[in-house]
């Protein structure tokens, strides 16, 4: 009995984590569905749009910006053991777009609007607002989770787009302003190096970054447990779950785009 | 006409309904009463689809809730929340008229905004509160926000779930009136769910106990304080000792 005990155990945490994989994926193919089904609340949809994607810049941006200017500094210091200092422009730009801008404006993105999401949602469903909405003819799946969705699908690749930016701009003025390169030739090494696909790769990154941020925040919100530590939990939940599987995420569409 | 026939739900092993049998004839009031935890706004939320019974049924006006079009289902119903369940990010003129801009009951922006006013100022609220958000309101304005909302569409059937939780004796006593008056000018059928006796009193045509997951007793209210049941009488004169086990 007491050595079946931790294999139970282990059995029964392994149904429960396929249970919930279960669980999100029919509520992320419900969601999907209704994308193309009307009614559309546009309304919502611009709302969305502004909380997550534009409100979202300035953490997104500061982030880049700081993380372009450390690329450079460290790979400017591994360079130099290879004499090898000139590749910083370009490593910057395809380390940028290809992964550090992707992968680090989800996870600011996880952070700022997973949460929110949850917490909102949560809210709502502990002082019974998602079941007046349902008691007024108004499916809270479209418009509580679609529009948030779709909001976030699309934001995220615009913020990954000025994410790239600003991180090569980082990386552009700690180049220029203490490695002592070129302004020109820094530039031109930059957009030289820098192919379609690499800024591409990236973009389709944050739009499955963004539908897995929004996702994993409407989820947790939508099954919220009872009272502030009910959302507390949902709240918790949707940030480290949207974070990990950001990151699972990554490394599945690196392999895709890029093992040879 | 609402009608239940032995309805029955459980939530895991916790039997909450246990056969419930409940008719509400058209245009009456029907008053809910019981204890905490018996099942009262289970019943309700059972009615409107927002939980699903386990098994039984419910006809309203005839009709299987489960076979019917759910969004002409719904239209016909009003629901005042026990918190009010307003939408903190609309104002609350656009809590009020929610039904009347979206789905298919819309109207265009400015008729749903006079609709909106006009049923504020029937459950006692200045024009001014239109453009303010649920946060800046007190408790018993936000329920009177929550009963304009409730009526907004003019719906046939209105729910009411503890609509004097947490109001003082005074504002009880004017939403206890409010909707008396709603429920007779609209001739809608109507069910509260409620502990509080002079909400009893004040709303109810007939009135139903439940406890242990079914009907204990139901009867006009004139008939409720002479009804000869322990549990009722137990109940309505909030006595600790009787059938109901009260937990110390």
């Given at each position: 009995?007491?050595?079946?005990?931790?294999?139970?155990?282990?059995?029964h945490?392994?149904l429960s984590?396929l249970a919930s994989?279960g669980r999100?994926?029919i509520f992320?193919?419900r969601?999907?569905?209704?994308?193309?089904?009307?009614?559309?609340?546009?309304?919502?949809?611009?709302?969305?749009?502004?909380?997550?994607?534009?409100?979202?810049?300035?953490?997104?941006?500061?982030?880049?910006?700081?993380?372009?200017?450390?690329?450079?500094?460290?790979?400017?210091?591994?360079?130099?053991?290879?004499?090898?200092?000139?590749?910083?422009?370009?490593?910057?730009?395809?380390?940028?777009?290809?992964?550090?801008?992707?992968?680090?404006?989800?996870?600011?993105?996880?952070?700022?609007?997973?949460?929110?999401?949850?917490?909102?949602?949560g809210?709502?469903k502990v002082t019974e607002?998602i079941d007046a909405?349902v008691t007024?003819?108004?499916?809270p799946?479209?418009?509580?989770?679609?529009?948030?969705?779709?909001?976030?699908?699309?934001?995220?690749?615009?913020?990954?787009?000025?994410?790239?930016?600003?991180?090569?701009?980082?990386?552009?003025?700690?180049?220029?302003?203490?490695?002592?390169?070129?302004?020109?030739?820094?530039?031109?090494?930059?957009?030289?190096?820098?192919?379609?696909?690499?800024?591409?790769?990236?973009?389709?990154?944050?739009?499955?970054?963004?539908?897995?941020?929004?996702?994993?925040?409407?989820?947790?919100?939508m099954n919220s447990g009872r009272g502030?530590q009910g959302?507390?939990r949902a709240?918790?939940?949707?940030?480290?779950?949207?974070?990990?599987?950001?990151?699972?995420?990554?490394?599945?569409?690196?392999?895709?785009?890029?093992?040879? | 006409?609402i009608e239940l026939r032995d309805l029955h739900k459980a939530f895991g092993d916790n039997q909450v309904l246990r056969g419930v049998n409940l008719t509400v004839?058209?245009?009456?009031?029907m008053v809910i009463i019981g204890g905490s935890g018996t099942g009262k706004s289970v019943t309700l939320k059972c009615i409107l689809g927002l939980v699903p019974p386990d098994s039984g049924t419910i006809t309203v006006?005839?009709?299987d809730v489960r076979k019917t079009?759910r969004?002409?289902f719904l239209?016909?119903f009003?629901m005042?929340f026990q918190?009010?369940a307003?939408?903190?990010?609309?104002?609350?003129?656009?809590?009020?008229?929610?039904?009347?801009?979206?789905?298919?009951?819309?109207?265009?922006?400015?008729?749903?905004?006079?609709?909106?006013?006009?049923?504020?100022?029937?459950?006692?609220?200045?024009?001014?509160?239109?453009?303010?958000?649920?946060?800046?309101?007190?408790?018993?304005?936000?329920?009177?926000?929550?009963?304009?909302?409730?009526?907004?569409?003019?719906?046939?059937?209105?729910f009411?779930d503890e609509?004097?939780?947490?109001?003082?004796?005074?504002?009880?006593?004017?939403?206890?009136?409010?909707?008396?008056?709603?429920?007779?000018?609209?001739?809608?059928?109507?069910m509260t769910i409620t502990h509080?006796?002079?909400?009893?009193?004040?709303?109810?045509?007939?009135?139903a106990m439940l406890h242990d997951g079914v009907i204990q007793w139901s009867?006009?209210?004139?008939?409720?304080?002479?009804?000869?049941?322990?549990y009722l009488?137990?109940f309505?004169?909030?006595?600790?000792?009787?059938p109901i086990e009260s937990v110390?």
């Open positions: 009995m007491t050595l079946t005990r931790p294999i139970a155990a282990i059995g945490n392994v984590l994989i999100v994926s992320a193919a969601a999907v569905s209704h994308l193309f089904r009307p009614p559309f609340y546009g309304r919502e949809f611009l709302h969305a749009l502004v909380q997550i994607g534009w409100l979202s810049l300035p953490v997104v941006g500061l982030t880049a910006l700081f993380t372009g200017g450390a690329l450079a500094l460290q790979i400017y210091a591994g360079g130099a053991r290879f004499s090898a200092e000139a590749v910083v422009p370009s490593i910057v730009a395809i380390g940028m777009a290809r992964e550090l801008g992707p992968v680090l404006g989800g996870l600011m993105v996880a952070a700022r609007v997973a949460s929110s999401i949850a917490a909102e949602l809210t709502m607002q909405l007024l003819s108004t499916n799946m479209k418009y509580l989770t679609v529009p948030r969705m779709l909001a976030a699908t699309l934001a995220v690749p615009l913020l990954v787009a000025v994410g790239d930016s600003i991180g090569i701009l980082g990386g552009y003025v700690v180049g220029v302003t203490r490695l002592d390169f070129n302004a020109a030739a820094y530039l031109k090494n930059t957009v030289d190096f820098l192919e379609f696909w690499d800024v591409a790769s990236g973009l389709v990154k944050g739009a499955a970054f963004g539908f897995i941020v929004a996702l994993m925040g409407c989820y947790y919100g502030a959302v507390g709240t918790k939940a949707a940030v480290v779950s949207a974070s990990v599987l950001i990151l699972a995420a990554n490394y599945i569409l690196t392999e895709v785009f890029f093992s040879a | 006409m004839p058209k245009g009456e009031s006006g005839g009709k079009d969004d002409a239209a016909r009003g005042l918190g009010g307003l939408f903190d990010s609309l104002p609350v003129w656009q809590n009020v008229a929610f039904r009347l801009l979206r789905g298919s009951l819309k109207r265009p922006r400015n008729e749903a905004h006079e609709i909106a006013v006009e049923k504020l100022r029937r459950v006692g609220l200045k024009p001014e509160v239109a453009g303010k958000f649920p946060a800046e309101l007190s408790g018993g304005m936000q329920k009177r926000v929550g009963l304009a909302r409730a009526i907004c569409a003019d719906p046939d059937i209105i009411f609509p004097t939780t947490g109001l003082d004796p005074i504002m009880a006593g004017v939403i206890n009136e409010l909707i008396r008056e709603i429920v007779v000018e609209m001739g809608a059928t109507a509080d006796m002079s909400s009893v009193r004040a709303i109810a045509d007939k009135v009867g006009p209210v004139s008939e409720m304080d002479d009804s000869g049941d322990p009488d137990q309505i004169h909030g006595r600790a000792d009787g110390r």
